[in-house]
C-alpha cells in the first residue's frame, strides 16, 4: 500500500533535475556570446588606435596622451645578455681583460685631471659614462657587436677601420683627448674586453638591443627653447645649470658628468649629432632608467638634444672626415653636402626630407 502512494514514475524528479540543468548551462552560453561579441572588437580596435595614434601624434606639443601612449608601449623581445665576467678563467686572459674592463669604467682615474698614467689626457669622461654598465646595457650604446662586426668600413673616416681604431675615435672625440698606441697594454686590455663581451655573437650578426635604439623623427625642426624646459625640469639636477656636471670630492673623476662647456665632449663626437644624443637619452636618462621605463616622448629627447647641443663646447678639426660628401648622415651638422639641404636643417632637422633625399640618391647609385 505504502508504495502505490508514492509516484508512478521514478525518473520524474531526475529529468526536472536535468531540464534544470540544460536551463542554467544554456544561459551560460548566452552570457558568454554576448561577452565574446561585446569585448572582442573592442580590443582589436584598441590595439589598431595604440599603433596610430604614436606616429599621427610625433608632432603633438608633449600632449599627455600622446606622451603616454608612446611610453606605455611594451615589447617581448628577446634581448642579448653580456657573458659572466665571474666565470672568466685564466685560459681567456683574465687580467687583462679584467684591465680592461676597469679602464672603460673609470677611465679618468687613469688618464683624467689627476690621471695616474697620464694626467689632462682627457676631458674626465668615463667610457661608461656613455657605454653604460661597462658597456653591457641594453640599447645603453653597448658594445654586444662590436667584436661580430669590425673591422668594417666607416664612412666617417672613409676606410676600413679596426676596434683599435674606433676606441681612438672616442678618445679623441668623446673624451676630447688623445688616443692611446695600440701596443700599449691600456689599449690591448680595453680591446681584449671588448671583444672578450662580443664572444659569443656570430659574425656579422648585430644581436638585439645592441648600440641604440631608434626613434621617431619630427616633422619640424628640434626645438632648442622646448628643449630647455626638459632640461630645467629632468635634466638639471645632476648635470647642473652651467652644464658642467659634478666632480667627486677628490677630483679626480665625475659625479654627473657634464653635458657642454670645455670638459664636455667635441663637436666632432657622436653625441653632437642631435638624433644619436636623443637615442641615447630617450632609453637612458634620467639616470636609472633604461629602454622599457622611458620617461622622455620622442619629441622631448629630440628638443633637449638640440638645447645641449646648441651650447659651447670644445672644438675639433674635422676636415679629414667624411672624404665622400654624399656618405655624410642625414644629421650630420657640418657642411658641405651633396643632398642639396643647408646646416642648420641638417643639424636640427626635420630629418625626414633629408633622409628621403639620401635615399633616393643611394637607389640612383645601385
Ligand atoms: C660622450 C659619450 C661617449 C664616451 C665618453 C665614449 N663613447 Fe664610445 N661611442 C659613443 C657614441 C655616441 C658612439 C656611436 C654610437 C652610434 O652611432 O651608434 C660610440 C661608439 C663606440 C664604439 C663603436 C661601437 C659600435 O658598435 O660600432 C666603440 C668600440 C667605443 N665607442 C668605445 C669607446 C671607448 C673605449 C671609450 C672610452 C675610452 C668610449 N667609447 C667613450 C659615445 C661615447
Ligand atoms: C639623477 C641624475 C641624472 C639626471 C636627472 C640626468 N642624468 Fe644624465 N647622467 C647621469 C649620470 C650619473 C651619467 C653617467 C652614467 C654612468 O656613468 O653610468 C649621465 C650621463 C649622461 C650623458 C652621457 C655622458 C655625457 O656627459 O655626455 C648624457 C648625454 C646625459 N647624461 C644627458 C642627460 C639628459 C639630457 C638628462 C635629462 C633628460 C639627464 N642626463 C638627466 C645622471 C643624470
Request: charged share 25%; net charge positive.
Amino acid at each position: 500500500m505504502k508504495d502505490k502512494s508514492k509516484p508512478d514514475n521514478p525518473l520524474v524528479p531526475v529529468v526536472s533535475k536535468l531540464i534544470n540543468c540544460i536551463i542554467v548551462m544554456f544561459l551560460l552560453i548566452l552570457v558568454m556570446v554576448f561577452l565574446l561579441v561585446k569585448y572582442i572588437p573592442n580590443t582589436l580596435e584598441k590595439i589598431e588606435t595604440n599603433n596610430t595614434s604614436i606616429t599621427s601624434e610625433k608632432n603633438g606639443n608633449f600632449t599627455d596622451e600622446a606622451k603616454k601612449l608612446e611610453l606605455d608601449q611594451k615589447d617581448t623581445i628577446d634581448y642579448w645578455t653580456a657573458p659572466d665576467i665571474a666565470s672568466l678563467n685564466l685560459n681567456e686572459n683574465k687580467d687583462l681583460i679584467l684591465y680592461g674592463k676597469d679602464l672603460i669604467v673609470h677611465t679618468s682615474e687613469y688618464f683624467g685631471q689627476k690621471g695616474k698614467l697620464v694626467k689632462n689626457n682627457t676631458n674626465g669622461l668615463n667610457c661608461q659614462n656613455c657605454h653604460l654598465e661597462a658597456g653591457t646595457k641594453i640599447f645603453g650604446n653597448n658594445f654586444s657587436a662590436v667584436a661580430s662586426t669590425y673591422p668594417k668600413y666607416r664612412a666617417r673616416s672613409g676606410t676600413k677601420e679596426d676596434i683599435y681604431k674606433r676606441v681612438n675615435d672616442c678618445f679623441e672625440r668623446s673624451l676630447n683627448g688623445k688616443g692611446l698606441d695600440t701596443n700599449s697594454k691600456e689599449m690591448q686590455g680595453i680591446v681584449s674586453y671588448i671583444k672578450w663581451l662580443g664572444k659569443d655573437v656570430k659574425n656579422g650578426d648585430k644581436p638585439n638591443g645592441s648600440g641604440l635604439k631608434d626613434l621617431v623623427f619630427l616633422d619640424r625642426a628640434s626645438n632648442p627653447e622646448k628643449g630647455k624646459m626638459v632640461y630645467l625640469e629632468k635634466c638639471q639636477s645632476c648635470h647642473q645649470a652651467n652644464g658642467a656636471g659634478k666632480l667627486n670630492a677628490e677630483k679626480t673623476g665625475y659625479i654627473y658628468p657634464p653635458l657642454w662647456g670645455g670638459n664636455s665632449y667635441n663637436d666632432g663626437a657622436g653625441l653632437y649629432r642631435i638624433a644619436t644624443f636623443a637615442k641615447y637619452v630617450k632609453y637612458n636618462m634620467p639616470q636609472g632608467i633604461n629602454h622599457s621605463s622611458p620617461q622622455l616622448s620622442d619629441e622631448e629627447a629630440l628638443d633637449v638634444a638640440a638645447f645641449v647641443n646648441s651650447k659651447v663646447r670644445p672644438h675639433k678639426n674635422i676636415k679629414f672626415d667624411w672624404p665622400k660628401i654624399e656618405e655624410k648622415p642625414f644629421d650630420h651638422p657640418f657642411g658641405p653636402y651633396a643632398d642639396g639641404f643647408n646646416e642648420k636643417q641638417h643639424k636640427y632637422g626635420p630629418f625626414p626630407p633629408i633622409k628621403n633625399k639620401l635615399e633616393e640618391m643611394n637607389k640612383e647609385k645601385d
